[in-house]
């Protein structure tokens, strides 16, 4: 894994979480586990 690919998955991580928090569709995935 490249110090690239590291930011972008962790930047995509960020968002995907703050999407969640602010649009109520982002609770179901939460409770299912995104893990």
């Known amino acids: ?3 690239l690919s ?3 998955i ?3 991580t ?3 979480t703050l ?3 602010y649009l109520p569709v982002g609770g ?3 409770e299912d ?3």
């Open 1 to 3: 894994m490249t110090l």
């Open 33 to 35: 586990g995104f893990h």
């Open 6 to 8: 590291v930011v972008v």
């Open 19 to 21: 999407v969640n928090d």
């Open 28 to 30: 179901e995935f939460n």
């Open 10 to 12: 962790l930047v995509s």
């Open 14 to 16: 960020i968002l995907t």
